[in-house]
């Protein structure tokens, strides 16, 4: 599972709409739009900040 699988997966997982999921982690919606896409990737604490999140919530990865 790329990053971007792992941010599509966890938005999806949330129900949140993009803009919603932006602000969440106070980010523009173009930015989570890139993350999403491939383009850009999250820094090391929002990532983990991510991760974690996707664990409480059973967000499970998968291999690629």
Known sequence: M???DEVRALRAALGEST???A???Q???RTIENW????????AFVL?????????RGVT????
Do not use: C, N, Y
């Open 36 to 43: 999403e896409q491939g383009r850009k990737k999250p820094d």
């Open 2 to 4: 790329t990053i971007a």
């Open 48 to 56: 983990t900040a991510m991760r974690a999140l996707a664990a409480r």
């Open 19 to 21: 803009a919603t999921f």
């Open 27 to 29: 980010k523009s919606g």
């Open 61 to 64: 990865k998968k291999a690629r």
């Open 23 to 25: 602000a969440r982690w």
